[in-house]
């Protein structure tokens, strides 16, 4: 039972931090993934963007991380910003927040 717990509240959280993202994101922000770190109460945004973000990004992406910080008071809220060239796709993520309808060109470009 403490599984299922456990799940239910990262479902909590991924519904908090998804509740701030209303008029927020802008072209450039391609994904936003969530990571959920119990051991020492931490929670990870992952911005994936297409180029370095503009300082009204920066703000909009800290206006994630801090409202979404205010409704999570047992957990520290930190955002990392990820420029989609040197990015990872295959990186495993606890949730997918937010995501861009792209073609498969990141996935094909480094398989082949």
């Known amino acids: 039972m403490e599984g299922v717990e456990k799940n239910k509240n990262r479902f909590e959280l991924y519904r908090t931090a998804l509740r701030f993202l209303a008029y ?44 979404s910080s205010a409704h999570m008071p047992d957990y520290a809220v930190f955002s990392e910003i990820f420029i989609r060239p040197d990015y990872d796709f295959f990186t495993r993520h606890d949730f997918v927040i937010f995501a861009f309808n792209d073609d498969l060109g990141d996935i094909y470009t480094v398989c082949s």
């Open 24 to 67: 927020k994101i802008t072209p450039n922000i391609r994904r936003i993934y969530m990571d959920v770190y119990d051991t020492d109460s931490r929670v990870v945004l992952s911005f994936v963007c297409d180029i370095p973000p503009s300082e009204l990004e920066l703000e909009l992406i800290d206006d994630i991380e801090t409202n």
